[in-house]
């Protein structure tokens, strides 16, 4: 025999954004205990609302599955006495197992007797064990937030105020702050009525009659078929973005969608900043046209049904009006300052204690781009568009605009700059400094924005390094990996000629002029940051599907030059692919045994002809003069398979060259000729990669 | 319905469900929140409800009558239970209908919003209840006020009045509204509202202001020192207030502010724990007369 059973805990408005969490949770932790309570059931369905979290549970079974098992204990020796009585060790076994001593018998195991028992326990009723289970089930879901009401010392997202328990048509009895179970939920606030749940297969439907669709599904499509019918009748592209779509469908009990409009003359706003404003504020969808232009309507949900839609969107017009005239009044009053005005405000905005003012900040930001510009070779034009984009990039942080809605930092940047006469170059570098805003984003496309956020970034970095504010674990409070990140994949975007260590170089000297206590040494800060680029590169490699021992081999070379690392990676990949790998693998013993003995050699790489006892040593030699041209050449001109090529070529002259001599030769003159050979070899195929690394 | 009878509709609406209706506090104040009414009553076991209008001060927000949303003064109408009720979201619903809002006819919904005041070292959970839109009361179950944990929890309502009469009389500026029959809100504030501006913003003298926080901060301190907890208060107000016309007139630094902010902050906090150790040497007088009305 099976029954259903549902528990549904009816709360206060949940925040949105906990709400599918928490169902998440509930099903998850509903099946773990049913799991480890021997309950068998055919499904297990949750279900959330604004005001409700519930799960059922379908075909639950009536009893736990009886358990049979043999236990083992301790072995015979220690179980009886030389008499064959009992030990203590024996008797007590037999209590924990819950049998009589008389039960207990033996079993060979491995060539050692041992004692046993047969542990068994009939399923309790499923009946008997909920109102102790469900109570504890509903009070461990976990929220980001928990507040406390009442008079009750219980911490949940919100107050509790029904419950239903229902096993078949049976009320589970139990009580939370107050509140016992029933079969009776609530319907919509204003739509429903209460409405009692007979069994717990009703539910949906029932809750369906009372104006509440509790399947989080059927919510979602009843949104989207809303959204696209007023589409359709209107020839309207309706933006839905899913992190909006996910917010109102936890607002909502009853979506009924509906459309408002605006006045026209809004539209002389840049559209990112209506589109904020009446997403960030309103959560309204906006509207465009089919180039993607916006028009002056707006898309929103409401709590309800379709009874007085024109009252709902004219009163939701009035309050788009006000945000939009705000927001209007800000666009006016930032353009009457200029950027010197703005500027000199920031000299008052404190960046972080003690990395000093927001003005602080952008002085080293362009004290760092001038130097990346001039490392870069860049051409007269860009490096004066590199130096004004510093200078300016952080002036819009206060304007009115800016402080309203942070995330238009760097767009209105943009905007207000082409206003203020400032070259359009500098005015989409602005903007593109902050690039890659988040793990999808494109870095920045123009390489003034590319060299003055890499400037950002890194000053960023670097402070926070310096004064040991370094991400451990999931603690990365100022996103400093995301911002590394974000270097890595524009310099590859631009393929620009900038190592590593030159990047931490420079910004390490500013931050070092900039007369500020150092409060950690150069050299630690310095070593923490090639190991946390070199992670941000491992990730470039895995997203690029390089097989992990090619990576840990070309990180044993290491990351310097990111851009050359990945080509590295790439050339060692198609080189070792299946067909291939067998030809390469002559080459990959050879630099193995090339790099091992080369680490007997001491520092010298002085390498003497005349020392040369056999001709396969001159002809190593000669081998490895002509490869290191190639390699050289290719290295610079950053072809990397020709250079892998071209080492790979060394694999006949140092096999024919082992074959030939004994390295570690009686005479030490000859010996450390060898040695310094094979060191200089080694020099080249280690800055490829460790070879030693890759799996056979 | 105007200004006026929507008040006292609130205030009947409150009274009925058995609050004490009292008056505006007498001192400056940013918010209902402030008034001794809220912030001490609300710590400690006994219970408490009250309801009142209340007109607040927030001198950055003067726009000398010009702006048809922002005031350097509007009123909210403010509503404590301690402990919070089971049914007060219903309560709070059935007192819009007194005023004329039919939940049919509008998109009501409970918005998520957490609520902070760090210079009363206060905090609650709840929401920002919409209209239609339109952010009409702020609905908080305080979990901390004074630095200290509330139990039982009280809840806090407040109305923004301004705002749900402009939805009611359908008017898009503040000062058409119409506060009696015949005579408008700008009739009554928007003289007021400029004078209020010009002196925050051009004329208040940024010396005499800065004196009279340190005198207004040590008077606290003096009234603490015997335990005069309202009066002390009433001093942790006026700072406050002081500290807000400082700001809107530009003379606070952002390191400054800090120290200002935690000034008032150790008064709030010390006033608070004071009282509740008062109370509690008094017996908590009202936790005996709701066990005897109960009992």
């Given at each position: 025999?099976?029954?259903?059973?549902?528990?549904?805990?009816?709360?206060?408005?949940?925040?949105?954004?906990?709400?599918?969490?928490?169902?998440?949770?509930?099903?998850?932790?509903?099946?773990?205990?049913?799991?480890?309570?021997?309950?068998?059931?055919?499904?297990?369905?949750?279900?959330?609302?604004?005001?409700?979290?519930?799960?059922?549970?379908?075909?639950?079974?009536?009893?736990?599955?009886?358990?049979?098992?043999?236990?083992?204990?301790?072995?015979?020796?220690?179980?009886?006495?030389?008499?064959?009585?009992?030990?203590?060790?024996?008797?007590?076994?037999?209590?924990?197992?819950?049998?009589?001593?008389?039960?207990?018998?033996?079993?060979?195991?491995?060539?050692?007797?041992?004692?046993?028992?047969?542990?068994?326990?009939?399923?309790?009723?499923?009946?008997?064990?909920?109102?102790?289970?469900?109570?504890?089930?509903?009070?461990?879901?976990?929220?980001?937030?928990?507040?406390?009401?009442?008079?009750?010392?219980?911490?949940?997202?919100?107050?509790?105020?029904?419950?239903?328990?229902?096993?078949?048509?049976?009320?589970?009895?139990?009580?939370?702050?107050?509140?016992?179970?029933?079969?009776?939920?609530?319907?919509?606030?204003?739509?429903?009525?209460?409405?009692?749940?007979?069994?717990?297969?009703?539910?949906?439907?029932?809750?369906?009659?009372?104006?509440?669709?509790?399947?989080?599904?059927?919510?979602?499509?009843?949104?989207?078929?809303?959204?696209?019918?007023?589409?359709?009748?209107?020839?309207?592209?309706?933006?839905?973005?899913?992190?909006?779509?996910?917010?109102?469908?936890?607002?909502?009990?009853?979506?009924?969608?509906?459309?408002?409009?605006?006045?026209?003359?809004?539209?002389?706003?840049?559209?990112?900043?209506?589109?904020?404003?009446?997403?960030?504020?309103?959560?309204?969808?906006?509207?465009?046209?089919?180039?993607?232009?916006?028009?002056?309507?707006?898309?929103?949900?409401?709590?309800?049904?379709?009874?007085?839609?024109?009252?709902?969107?004219?009163?939701?017009?009035?309050?788009?009006?006000?945000?939009?005239?705000?927001?209007?009044?800000?666009?006016?009053?930032?353009?009457?300052?200029?950027?010197?005005?703005?500027?000199?405000?920031?000299?008052?905005?404190?960046?972080?204690?003690?990395?000093?003012?927001?003005?602080?900040?952008?002085?080293?930001?362009?004290?760092?781009?001038?130097?990346?510009?001039?490392?870069?070779?860049?051409?007269?034009?860009?490096?004066?568009?590199?130096?004004?984009?510093?200078?300016?990039?952080?002036?819009?942080?206060?304007?009115?605009?800016?402080?309203?809605?942070?995330?238009?930092?760097?767009?209105?940047?943009?905007?207000?700059?082409?206003?203020?006469?400032?070259?359009?170059?500098?005015?989409?570098?602005?903007?593109?400094?902050?690039?890659?805003?988040?793990?999808?984003?494109?870095?920045?496309?123009?390489?003034?924005?590319?060299?003055?956020?890499?400037?950002?970034?890194?000053?960023?970095?670097?402070?926070?390094?310096?004064?040991?504010?370094?991400?451990?674990?999931?603690?990365?409070?100022?996103?400093?990996?995301?911002?590394?990140?974000?270097?890595?994949?524009?310099?590859?975007?631009?393929?620009?000629?900038?190592?590593?260590?030159?990047?931490?170089?420079?910004?390490?000297?500013?931050?070092?002029?900039?007369?500020?206590?150092?409060?950690?040494?150069?050299?630690?800060?310095?070593?923490?940051?090639?190991?946390?680029?070199?992670?941000?590169?491992?990730?470039?490699?895995?997203?690029?599907?390089?097989?992990?021992?090619?990576?840990?081999?070309?990180?044993?070379?290491?990351?310097?030059?990111?851009?050359?690392?990945?080509?590295?990676?790439?050339?060692?990949?198609?080189?070792?692919?299946?067909?291939?790998?067998?030809?390469?693998?002559?080459?990959?013993?050879?630099?193995?045994?090339?790099?091992?003995?080369?680490?007997?050699?001491?520092?010298?790489?002085?390498?003497?002809?005349?020392?040369?006892?056999?001709?396969?040593?001159?002809?190593?030699?000669?081998?490895?003069?002509?490869?290191?041209?190639?390699?050289?050449?290719?290295?610079?001109?950053?072809?990397?398979?020709?250079?892998?090529?071209?080492?790979?070529?060394?694999?006949?002259?140092?096999?024919?060259?082992?074959?030939?001599?004994?390295?570690?030769?009686?005479?030490?003159?000859?010996?450390?000729?060898?040695?310094?050979?094979?060191?200089?070899?080694?020099?080249?195929?280690?800055?490829?990669?460790?070879?030693?690394?890759?799996?056979? | 319905?105007?200004?006026?009878?929507?008040t006292l509709t609130l205030q009947q609406f409150w009274a009925e469900q058995d609050c004490i209706v009292v008056q505006p506090y007498d001192t400056e104040k940013g918010a209902g929140t402030m008034n001794p009414m809220t912030f001490l009553r609300t710590i400690?076991?006994?219970?408490?409800?009250?309801?009142?209008?209340?007109?607040?001060?927030?001198?950055?927000?003067?726009?000398?009558?010009?702006?048809?949303?922002?005031?350097?003064?509007?009123?909210?109408?403010?509503?404590?239970?301690?402990?919070?009720?089971?049914?007060?979201?219903?309560?709070?619903?059935?007192?819009?209908?007194?005023?004329?809002?039919?939940?049919?006819?509008?998109?009501?919904?409970?918005?998520?919003?957490?609520?902070?005041?760090?210079?009363?070292?206060?905090?609650?959970?709840?929401?920002?209840?919409?209209?239609?839109?339109?952010?009409?009361?702020?609905?908080?179950?305080?979990?901390?006020?004074?630095?200290?944990?509330?139990?039982?929890?009280?809840?806090?309502?407040?109305y923004g009045m301004e705002r749900l009469a402009s939805y009611i009389q359908e008017k898009e500026n503040v000062f058409d509204l119409e506060w009696v029959n015949g005579v408008t809100y700008g009739d009554v504030f928007k003289h007021p509202e400029y004078e209020?501006?010009?002196?925050?913003?051009?004329?208040?003298?940024?010396?005499?202001?800065?004196?009279?926080?340190?005198?207004?901060?040590?008077?606290?301190?003096?009234?603490?020192?015997?335990?005069?907890?309202?009066?002390?208060?009433?001093?942790?107000?006026?700072?406050?207030?002081?500290?807000?016309?400082?700001?809107?007139?530009?003379?606070?630094?952002?390191?400054?502010?800090?120290?200002?902010?935690?000034?008032?902050?150790?008064?709030?906090?010390?006033?608070?724990?004071?009282?509740?150790?008062?109370?509690?040497?008094?017996?908590?007088?009202?936790?005996?007369?709701?066990?005897?009305?109960?009992?």
């Amino acid at each position: 025999m099976a029954k259903d059973l549902l528990l549904e805990i009816g709360l206060e408005e949940v925040p949105a954004r906990f709400v599918r969490g928490a169902m998440d949770q509930l099903k998850d932790k509903t099946e773990k205990w049913l799991d480890a309570s021997r309950l068998s059931y055919a499904a297990v369905r949750a279900y959330a609302t604004p005001r409700r979290l519930a799960v059922v549970v379908e075909g639950l079974a009536d009893k736990q599955s009886d358990v049979n098992e043999e236990a083992k204990g301790p072995a015979r020796k220690i179980a009886q006495d030389e008499n064959g009585a009992w030990t203590k060790a024996a008797l007590g076994f037999a209590r924990s197992q819950g049998v009589e001593p008389e039960a207990l018998f033996f079993k060979e195991l491995g060539g050692v007797e041992y004692v046993y028992a047969i542990k068994s326990s009939v399923g309790v009723e499923t009946a008997g064990l909920l109102p102790e289970a469900l109570p504890t089930l509903a009070t461990s879901l976990s929220f980001p937030k928990n507040m406390r009401w009442g008079g009750y010392d219980l911490r949940y997202v919100r107050p509790i105020r029904w419950l239903i328990a229902l096993h078949g048509d049976e009320v589970v009895p139990f009580e939370i702050t107050g509140v016992r179970t029933g079969n009776v939920s609530r319907g919509h606030r204003f739509l429903g009525a209460d409405t009692t749940i007979a069994v717990p297969s009703d539910y949906v439907a029932k809750l369906r009659e009372q104006r509440v669709l509790v399947d989080v599904e059927e919510r979602k499509q009843a949104i989207l078929a809303g959204i696209n019918g007023l589409a359709a009748e209107r020839g309207w592209h309706i933006a839905v973005k899913d992190d909006l779509l996910e917010e109102v469908l936890f607002l909502v009990e009853t979506p009924t969608v509906l459309s408002g409009s605006f006045d026209a003359s809004f539209l002389n706003i840049p559209q990112e900043v209506l589109i904020t404003s009446m997403r960030e504020h309103q959560r309204y969808f906006p509207v465009l046209n089919a180039e993607g232009k916006l028009q002056p309507h707006f898309v929103t949900v409401r709590n309800g049904d379709a009874a007085a839609l024109e009252t709902v969107a004219k009163g939701n017009e009035k309050v788009l009006r006000a945000r939009l005239s705000d927001a209007k009044f800000f666009y006016q009053e930032d353009q009457k300052g200029g950027i010197p005005s703005f500027l000199a405000k920031l000299e008052n905005i404190v960046y972080h204690e003690e990395l000093g003012t927001v003005a602080d900040k952008v002085r080293r930001v362009r004290a760092i781009a001038d130097k990346l510009a001039q490392q870069l070779h860049a051409g007269e034009e860009t490096r004066q568009d590199v130096s004004r984009t510093a200078d300016i990039c952080k002036f819009d942080l206060v304007t009115q605009m800016v402080y309203e809605f942070p995330e238009l930092q760097g767009i209105m940047g943009a905007d207000y700059a082409l206003k203020f006469g400032e070259r359009p170059s500098v005015a989409r570098a602005i903007n593109e400094h902050y690039s890659p805003r988040n793990a999808n984003d494109a870095p920045p496309a123009s390489l003034v924005g590319a060299v003055v956020g890499i400037a950002d970034k890194i000053d960023t970095i670097v402070g926070c390094f310096s004064i040991g504010i370094v991400p451990t674990g999931s603690q990365d409070p100022y996103a400093l990996r995301r911002q590394a990140a974000g270097i890595v994949s524009t310099l590859l975007a631009h393929g620009l000629e900038l190592t590593l260590s030159d990047l931490f170089r420079i910004a390490l000297g500013v931050h070092a002029e900039s007369g500020r206590a150092q409060k950690r040494e150069a050299f630690d800060v310095l070593k923490d940051l090639g190991e946390f680029f070199a992670l941000r590169v491992k990730n470039v490699l895995t997203e690029e599907q390089i097989r992990y021992d090619v990576v840990d081999a070309i990180l044993g070379a290491g990351a310097d030059d990111v851009r050359r690392t990945v080509l590295r990676a790439q050339a060692l990949q198609a080189a070792t692919a299946e067909g291939r790998k067998e030809a390469f693998r002559p080459a990959v013993e050879a630099f193995n045994r090339v790099c091992n003995l080369a680490a007997k050699a001491d520092d010298s790489r002085q390498v003497d002809a005349r020392l040369f006892m056999d001709a396969a040593e001159g002809a190593l030699y000669e081998a490895w003069q002509h490869a290191h041209g190639i390699v050289t050449k290719a290295a610079a001109e950053a072809k990397m398979a020709e250079a892998l090529d071209a080492l790979s070529g060394l694999s006949g002259p140092v096999t024919a060259f082992f074959e030939a001599v004994m390295v570690m030769a009686e005479d030490e003159a000859i010996r450390r000729n060898r040695l310094a050979l094979l060191a200089t070899i080694a020099d080249d195929v280690k800055s490829f990669a460790d070879f030693a690394k890759l799996n056979g | 319905m105007n200004f006026q009878q929507m008040t006292l509709t609130l205030q009947q609406f409150w009274a009925e469900q058995d609050c004490i209706v009292v008056q505006p506090y007498d001192t400056e104040k940013g918010a209902g929140t402030m008034n001794p009414m809220t912030f001490l009553r609300t710590i400690g076991p006994e219970p408490w409800n009250v309801a009142y209008v209340e007109p607040s001060r927030r001198p950055a927000d003067g726009r000398y009558g010009e702006n048809p949303n922002r005031l350097y003064q509007h009123h909210q109408f403010q509503v404590i239970m301690k402990p919070s009720p089971d049914n007060i979201q219903e309560l709070y619903l059935e007192s819009l209908k007194r005023l004329g809002i039919d939940p049919l006819q509008h998109d009501i919904r409970f918005v998520e919003d957490n609520w902070e005041a760090p210079t009363l070292g206060a905090w609650g959970l709840g929401w920002e209840v919409w209209l239609d839109g339109m952010e009409i009361t702020q609905f908080t179950y305080f979990q901390q006020v004074g630095g200290i944990d509330c139990h039982p929890v009280a809840v806090e309502i407040t109305y923004g009045m301004e705002r749900l009469a402009s939805y009611i009389q359908e008017k898009e500026n503040v000062f058409d509204l119409e506060w009696v029959n015949g005579v408008t809100y700008g009739d009554v504030f928007k003289h007021p509202e400029y004078e209020h501006s010009k002196y925050t913003f051009e004329m208040s003298d940024v010396a005499m202001l800065s004196q009279l926080f340190s005198t207004y901060e040590a008077e606290a301190k003096r009234a603490m020192d015997e335990n005069l907890v309202f009066p002390a208060y009433d001093y942790v107000l006026k700072c406050s207030h002081t500290f807000n016309l400082l700001d809107a007139r530009g003379a606070i630094s952002v390191t400054e502010r800090t120290g200002y902010i935690s000034r008032v902050r150790n008064l709030a906090r010390a006033v608070a724990a004071t009282f509740l150790q008062e109370r509690e040497r008094l017996g908590f007088p009202l936790l005996k007369k709701g066990e005897e009305a109960n009992g």
